[in-house]
């Protein structure tokens, strides 16, 4: 179940995706101060929702 190991080590040996990964993660900490998951942004601003009934009234609220 999950992803084949085979799978899994091919992309663990990409060092292109693994620096577009770093790079992604270091500008969400950098930008929108993200410090885990889940860590919603909705239209640039980070939202404090941790789950769906805390996240649908931002996304209707910013007509998302």
Same mark, same amino acid.
């Given at each position: 179940?999950?992803?084949? %190991? @085979? =799978? @899994? *080590?091919?992309?663990? /040996?990409? /060092?292109?995706?693994? %620096? *577009?990964?770093?790079?992604?993660?270091?500008? /969400?900490? =950098?930008?929108?101060?993200?410090?885990?998951?889940?860590?919603?942004?909705?239209?640039? *601003? =980070?939202?404090?929702?941790?789950?769906?009934?805390?996240?649908?009234? %931002?996304?209707? /609220?910013?007509?998302?």
């Amino acid at each position: 179940q999950g992803l084949p %190991e @085979a =799978k @899994a *080590r091919q992309c663990l /040996a990409d /060092a292109k995706l693994i %620096e *577009r990964i770093a790079k992604t993660n270091a500008d /969400a900490v =950098k930008i929108h101060q993200v410090q885990g998951t889940p860590t919603f942004i909705v239209n640039g *601003r =980070k939202v404090s929702a941790f789950n769906w009934e805390r996240l649908l009234p %931002e996304l209707w /609220a910013n007509g998302a």
